[in-house]
C-alpha cells in the first residue's frame, strides 16, 4: 500500500471505507471486514476534518450500511456534529459569511444530516441540523448589500473569489441543503421554516442553477444567465441539481416542479454535445452518477418508462468505461462505478449521495 493511500484509508471518497460500502452491498461481509480493518488500521478521526466523507462519520455510515455502527462510534459522531453547530452559530452571530465546509455534504453540515437522516429515527440533532440549513435561506447584508445566507468567499479550492459567490453545486453547493431538507420532509421530519427555506433553494436554482457557482457581479446582471458549456455530473451539473428540484417539487407537492426537473433530465441526456463532456466513469462527475441519479429520478416519476432507454445507455457507457478508472475508491473509483453498474441499493449507499 502506498503512503498516498495509507494516509486516506478513512476516507469515504477515495480509502478503503469506499471499498467496504461495495462489499457490503455485494453481502461479502469478509472482504468488507479486512477492508475496513485496513480503513480503521491508522485510527479514525473524530476531530475538525471529520464528515461523512471522512473520519467517524464515514466509518458510521459504512457500518450501518451493515447494521452494525455501534454505540461508541454514533456517540464520537454526535460530538462531532454538536462541535461543528456551536462553530457554525459563533460564525453566524459574528455577522461574518460561512466556508463552503461550514454546510456542504463532502465536508459539513449537510452530509452529517444527511448521516442522521440515515439512522431512521428523529434525533435532536437532526432536527437541530435541519433549523440549521433552514437558516441559510435568511439573507444576509454584508457591505449595504444583501446577500444569500449561503454566500462564501471563497471557493471551492479555498480560493479566493472576488465578492465571493453562491455554489449551487450537490457536493459543495445549496443543492445539497435542498436535497437533504426535502428527504427529510419526505420522511416527515420537519422544522419551522423548512418548506419556505425549500422554496428559498429551489427558486435560486431556478434562476442560477444553470452555472456551478453565481458571482457578485451576476447577481447584478440585468439579463438572464446564459448556461455555461459544462458536464451534466452529480457533484455539479444539470443532471444532480435536477434530481434536487424534482425531490424539492415531491416535498412541496409542486407536480409542476417535479415534472420541470424531469424534463431537465430526459432533455440534457438527449443532448449528444453535453454528455461528450462526461469524460469518465466515476460517480462524482461520471457515467456511475449519472445513473445512479437517473434511476432516482425514474423511481419517484409518475412515467419511468420514459427513462428506461436512457438508462440503458447511461449502463453501455459505465460498462464501457469503468476499468479505464484508475483509482479504487467510491466517489471517482471503480468501487463506486461498480456499485452504479449493479444496480442494487438494498443497503442505502445511494444517501451518501443525498439522491434517496
Known amino acids: ?38 480503513a480503521v488500521a491508522g485510527g479514525v478521526s473524530a476531530g475538525g476534518n471529520a464528515s461523512l466523507f471522512h473520519g467517524a462519520p464515514a ?21 462531532v456534529i454538536a462541535a461543528r453547530l456551536t462553530a ?20 459539513g453540515l449537510t452530509g452529517l444530516g444527511a448521516l442522521l437522516l440515515a439512522r ?28 444569500p445566507g449561503w454566500w462564501s468567499q471563497a471557493g471551492p479550492a479555498d480560493e479566493e473569489m472576488a465578492g465571493g459567490h453562491g455554489n449551487n453545486g450537490v457536493a459543495h453547493g445549496i443543492a445539497g441543503p435542498l436535497a437533504m431538507l426535502s428527504l427529510a420532509a419526505r420522511q416527515d ?20 442553477g444553470c452555472c456551478y457557482w453565481t458571482t457578485y457581479a451576476q447577481l447584478s446582471a440585468q439579463e438572464p444567465l446564459t448556461p455555461e458549456p459544462a458536464r451534466p455530473s452529480w457533484c455539479y451539473g444539470q443532471i444532480g441539481i435536477a434530481r434536487t428540484q424534482q425531490l424539492a417539487g415531491l416535498a412541496l407537492n409542486d407536480p409542476a416542479r417535479r415534472v420541470a426537473a424531469e424534463n431537465t433530465v ?20 461520471g457515467w456511475a452518477g449519472l445513473l445512479a441519479v437517473v434511476r432516482a429520478v425514474a423511481n419517484d416519476s409518475p412515467t419511468p418508462d420514459r427513462f428506461t432507454p436512457l438508462i440503458a445507455d447511461l449502463t453501455e ?31 442505502g449507499w445511494t444517501r451518501a449521495l443525498l439522491i434517496t
Open 120 to 147: 431512521g429515527a428523529t434525533s435532536p440533532l437532526l432536527k437541530e441540523v435541519l433549523a440549521y440549513l433552514v437558516s441559510l435561506s435568511q439573507p444576509v447584508r454584508i457591505d449595504g448589500r444583501e446577500l
Open 266 to 285: 430526459a432533455r440534457t441526456l438527449a443532448n449528444l454535445t453535453q454528455l461528450d463532456l462526461i469524460t469518465d466513469a466515476s460517480l462524482c462527475h
Open 88 to 107: 457554525a452559530r459563533r460564525r453566524q452571530l459574528s455577522g461574518a459569511l460561512p466556508h463552503l465546509a461550514e454546510f456542504d455534504l463532502i465536508r
Open 59 to 79: 466509518l458510521e455510515f459504512v457500518l450501518s450500511r451493515a447494521r452494525h455502527a455501534g454505540r461508541d462510534v454514533r456517540d464520537a459522531v454526535d460530538r
Open 189 to 208: 421530519v420537519q422544522v419551522p421554516g423548512q418548506h419556505d427555506a425549500i422554496g428559498v433553494f429551489a427558486r435560486w436554482l431556478d434562476k442560477y
Open 317 to 347: 457507457r459505465l460498462a464501457a468505461g469503468l476499468d479505464q478508472l484508475p483509482k479504487v475508491g467510491f466517489m471517482e473509483g471503480r468501487a463506486g462505478a461498480h456499485l452504479a453498474l449493479d444496480g442494487t441499493n438494498s443497503t
Open 1 to 38: 500500500m502506498t503512503a498516498a493511500l495509507r494516509s486516506r484509508t478513512q476516507d469515504l471518497s477515495e480509502g478503503a471505507l469506499g471499498v467496504a460500502l461495495l462489499h457490503i452491498e455485494r453481502g461479502d461481509f469478509a472482504a468488507a471486514r479486512s477492508s475496513l480493518a485496513q
